[in-house]
């Protein structure tokens, strides 16, 4: 194998390795056993690459609210204040939320000025024009709106759960974010499984086909303007929620799928948050396991909760942690010998 193509499996394998906290030793011990002695170029060029590569994890933890159906004047008022005197966000932490489309503008102008705005959903159309009814990914945009979710499952399973028209399919959900990007929008893209989907095995089948549809549509380049919600179906507003180990298990997946199907850059850089009956009791727990980034919360967006927590965010993203991690696979490629062999230290 040429010390180029050597260079991009240490790279990627190095990220697998840090996903899920395999000693890349090994892997290294292959390459070098392949390059001369006095390879010092080649052996700068490997760290450059890694370092450059574990600096693409640098972000902020991401906390979004869906407000759903939901809100009076008078309580959307009331909540609007609850926010706006929820004392000091972490600076880690990006926050978002997703009011009616009736209450966007109220709430924008009301709120404060580090919590963002999202539209809960985006037409399929495009534009301006006869089109009554339909609130477009630009006419969100032209209204100073950069956020959107796209594939919440209560939109995915509308006909199953009300009856209403069709149940929206995953080629509409990645035409809906391919169009908010275009437009200059962010995605919040909501992925995740039933009960029975889960019952019979098939969780990651169901969200890696969720999200075949968005890699299909969308560049690379543009998944750093994706945020993705692993939400099962199943703890959607039923009081019921992952554990930290089941919701960790998917997220680490995911981010292997992210890995193997776009890349390294993408598989680091990508948050991906939980969601589903998240509140103040669970959110410590789930933010502790390293692949969840964040939350999308439903009913506790609607009450002093939510502050309590994106309070549960630590003070710091962990690049600091992943760097570290780097740092370690840098001194490991300066310890191996030509022989393959890691020196004493």
Same mark, same amino acid.
Not at 16 to 29: A, E, M
Not at 78 to 88: C, E, F, S
């Given at each position: 194998?040429?010390?180029?193509?050597?260079? %991009?499996? %240490?790279?990627?394998?190095?990220?697998?390795?840090?996903?899920?906290?395999?000693?890349?030793?090994?892997?290294?011990?292959?390459?070098?056993? /392949?390059?001369?002695?006095?390879?010092?170029?080649?052996?700068?060029?490997?760290?450059?690459?890694?370092? !450059?590569?574990?600096?693409?994890?640098?972000?902020?933890?991401?906390?979004?609210?869906?407000?759903?159906? /939901?809100?009076?004047?008078?309580?959307?008022?009331?909540?609007?204040?609850? %926010?706006?005197?929820?004392?000091?966000?972490?600076?880690?932490?990006?926050?978002?939320?997703?009011?009616?489309?009736?209450?966007?503008?109220?709430?924008?102008?009301?709120?404060?000025?580090?919590?963002?705005?999202?539209?809960? /959903?985006?037409?399929?159309?495009?534009?301006?024009? &006869?089109?009554?009814?339909?609130?477009?990914?630009?006419?969100?945009?032209?209204?100073?709106? /950069?956020?959107?979710?796209?594939?919440?499952?209560?939109?995915?399973?509308?006909?199953?759960?009300?009856?209403?028209?069709?149940?929206?399919?995953?080629?509409?959900?990645?035409?809906?974010?391919?169009?908010?990007?275009?437009?200059?929008?962010?995605?919040?893209?909501?992925?995740?499984?039933?009960? &029975?989907?889960?019952?019979?095995?098939?969780?990651?089948?169901?969200?890696?086909?969720?999200?075949?549809?968005?890699?299909?549509?969308?560049?690379?380049?543009?998944?750093? !303007?994706?945020?993705?919600?692993?939400?099962?179906?199943?703890?959607?507003?039923?009081?019921?929620?992952?554990?930290?180990?089941?919701?960790?298990?998917?997220?680490?997946?995911? !981010?292997?799928?992210?890995?193997?199907?776009?890349?390294?850059?993408?598989?680091?850089?990508?948050?991906?948050? %939980?969601?589903?009956?998240?509140?103040?009791?669970?959110?410590?727990?789930?933010?502790?396991?390293?692949?969840?980034?964040?939350?999308?919360?439903?009913?506790?967006?609607?009450?002093?909760?939510?502050?309590?927590?994106?309070?549960?965010?630590?003070?710091?993203?962990?690049?600091?942690?992943?760097?570290?991690?780097?740092?370690?696979?840098?001194?490991?490629?300066?310890?191996?010998?030509?022989?393959?062999?890691?020196?004493?230290?």
């Amino acid at each position: 194998m040429s010390f180029s193509k050597s260079v %991009y499996k %240490y790279c990627i394998d190095t990220q697998f390795n840090l996903i899920y906290n395999i000693d890349s030793t090994t892997v290294l011990r292959g390459i070098f056993k /392949n390059l001369n002695r006095n390879s010092q170029f080649q052996r700068l060029s490997l760290i450059h690459h890694i370092q !450059r590569t574990m600096a693409a994890t640098g972000n902020k933890f991401f906390v979004g609210g869906n407000w759903k159906l /939901n809100g009076t004047r008078e309580s959307i008022e009331a909540l609007v204040n609850t %926010y706006n005197n929820g004392g000091k966000f972490p600076s880690s932490v990006e926050v978002v939320v997703a009011p009616t489309a009736l209450h966007i503008g109220y709430v924008q102008s009301k709120m404060r000025p580090d919590v963002a705005m999202c539209a809960q /959903n985006v037409s399929s159309d495009s534009g301006f024009g &006869a089109l009554t009814g339909e609130l477009t990914a630009d006419l969100f945009k032209a209204w100073g709106i /950069n956020w959107t979710i796209a594939g919440h499952s209560e939109r995915r399973r509308r006909k199953q759960i009300r009856g209403l028209g069709h149940d929206e399919e995953s080629n509409s959900v990645a035409k809906k974010t391919k169009h908010a990007l275009n437009c200059g929008m962010k995605v919040i893209v909501c992925i995740g499984e039933t009960l &029975a989907d889960r019952e019979a095995g098939t969780t990651l089948n169901v969200c890696f086909e969720q999200l075949t549809f968005i890699k299909e549509t969308i560049s690379v380049e543009e998944w750093a !303007r994706i945020v993705i919600a692993y939400e099962p179906v199943w703890a959607i507003g039923t009081g019921l929620s992952a554990s930290p180990e089941q919701a960790q298990e998917v997220h680490a997946s995911l !981010r292997r799928w992210l890995l193997t199907n776009l890349n390294s850059e993408v598989a680091s850089a990508t948050r991906i948050i %939980y969601g589903g009956s998240v509140k103040p009791t669970n959110a410590s727990a789930l933010i502790a396991c390293p692949d969840i980034d964040g939350f999308l919360v439903g009913g506790c967006s609607l009450k002093s909760d939510f502050m309590e927590i994106i309070n549960c965010c630590p003070p710091e993203w962990d690049s600091t942690a992943r760097s570290e991690l780097g740092k370690r696979a840098a001194n490991d490629i300066q310890s191996i010998g030509a022989d393959g062999k890691k020196s004493k230290q």
